[in-house]
């Protein structure tokens, strides 16, 4: 049985740092494009940032140079740096991971996505 669990979510100030973890079980998460996804209040899902099982990363602009996202040494999980947060990046931030190695063109989109966590709040407060 495939899980994706989320940890490290929490209330910071704008300029705050959070690093968030998916700690993948039931696959090998090394194996597979990895994501993270923010829904934030009435809005829909929307990837921010992919790591392809060679290591090669994705970002959305509105996060770039801001997030890093890198797998950790076990390999079974994937981390989420997040520097200069500011109240827009506020949400529910899900873990995923999509069938193949490679991160689909349209990494950005949940449909690409099997497998899915239950996610961690992350609230910026201004």
């Known amino acids: 049985q495939v899980q994706l669990v989320e940890s490290g979510g929490g209330s910071v100030q704008t300029g705050g740092s959070l690093k968030l973890s998916c700690a993948a079980s039931?696959?090998?998460?090394?194996?597979?494009?990895m994501a993270w996804f923010r829904q934030g209040p009435g809005t829909r899902r929307e990837g921010v940032a992919a790591?392809?099982?060679?290591?090669?990363?994705y970002y959305t602009y509105p996060v770039k140079g801001r997030f890093t996202l890198s797998r950790g040494s076990a390999k079974n999980t994937v981390y989420l740096q997040m520097d200069s947060l500011k109240p827009e990046d506020t949400g529910m931030f899900y873990c995923?991971?999509?069938?193949?190695?490679?991160?689909?063109?349209?990494?950005?989109?949940?449909?690409?996505?099997?497998?899915w966590g239950q996610g961690t709040q992350v609230t910026v407060s201004s």
């Open positions: 995923a991971a999509a069938p193949d190695p490679g991160c689909p063109v349209w990494w950005t989109l949940q449909g690409s996505y099997t497998y």
């Open positions: 039931g696959l090998a998460s090394s194996d597979k494009c």
């Open positions: 790591i392809s099982g060679s290591g090669e990363t």
